[in-house]
Protein backbone atom coordinates (compact mmCIF):
# COMPACT_ATOMS: atom_id res chain seq x y z
CA UNK A 1 0.00 0.00 0.00
CA UNK A 2 1.00 3.31 -0.35
CA UNK A 3 1.73 5.78 2.25
CA UNK A 4 -0.98 7.62 2.04
CA UNK A 5 -3.57 4.91 2.05
CA UNK A 6 -1.30 3.94 5.26
CA UNK A 7 -1.59 7.34 6.97
CA UNK A 8 -5.94 7.03 6.32
CA UNK A 9 -6.30 3.29 7.72
CA UNK A 10 -7.55 2.86 10.75
CA UNK A 11 -5.29 -0.02 11.71
CA UNK A 12 -2.80 -1.48 9.82
CA UNK A 13 -1.21 -4.99 10.64
CA UNK A 14 1.64 -5.96 8.92
CA UNK A 15 2.87 -9.15 9.56
CA UNK A 16 6.69 -10.48 9.62
CA UNK A 17 6.53 -12.46 6.44
CA UNK A 18 10.49 -11.65 5.64
CA UNK A 19 11.58 -10.88 1.90
CA UNK A 20 8.80 -13.02 0.08
CA UNK A 21 7.78 -12.13 -3.46
CA UNK A 22 4.25 -11.17 -4.34
CA UNK A 23 4.46 -14.37 -6.73
CA UNK A 24 6.20 -17.06 -4.37
CA UNK A 25 3.17 -19.35 -3.99
CA UNK A 26 4.51 -22.02 -2.31
CA UNK A 27 5.05 -19.48 1.21
CA UNK A 28 1.58 -18.82 1.18
CA UNK A 29 0.93 -21.08 3.79
CA UNK A 30 3.75 -19.52 5.44
CA UNK A 31 2.03 -16.07 4.87
CA UNK A 32 -1.16 -16.80 6.21
CA UNK A 33 0.14 -18.25 9.59
CA UNK A 34 2.00 -15.19 9.88
CA UNK A 35 -0.98 -13.32 8.89
CA UNK A 36 -3.43 -14.80 11.33
CA UNK A 37 -0.83 -14.63 14.69
CA UNK A 38 -0.83 -10.76 13.71
CA UNK A 39 -4.46 -10.04 13.53
CA UNK A 40 -4.97 -11.98 17.18
CA UNK A 41 -2.14 -9.81 18.21
CA UNK A 42 -3.90 -6.98 17.62
CA UNK A 43 -7.76 -8.16 17.91
CA UNK A 44 -8.87 -6.05 21.04
CA UNK A 45 -7.22 -3.28 19.42
CA UNK A 46 -9.62 -4.53 16.13
CA UNK A 47 -12.71 -4.74 18.54
CA UNK A 48 -12.26 -1.31 19.94
CA UNK A 49 -11.61 0.79 17.09
CA UNK A 50 -14.78 -0.97 15.81
CA UNK A 51 -16.77 0.10 18.43
CA UNK A 52 -15.46 3.21 17.70
CA UNK A 53 -16.66 3.63 14.30
CA UNK A 54 -20.11 2.45 15.63
CA UNK A 55 -20.36 4.70 18.08
CA UNK A 56 -19.58 7.55 15.80
CA UNK A 57 -21.96 6.85 12.98
CA UNK A 58 -24.52 6.24 16.21
CA UNK A 59 -23.73 10.16 17.19
CA UNK A 60 -23.99 10.86 13.38
CA UNK A 61 -27.48 10.03 12.76
CA UNK A 62 -28.90 11.55 15.67
CA UNK A 63 -27.33 15.06 15.16
CA UNK A 64 -27.63 14.97 11.26
Known sequence: LNELNLLKA???ISPPVG???WA????VD???KRGERAV???LEIIKETIKKAK???FIGKIFH
Open 30 to 32: HCL
Open 10 to 12: DIV
Open 55 to 57: FKR
Open 24 to 27: HFKR
Open 40 to 42: WSK
Open 19 to 21: NIH
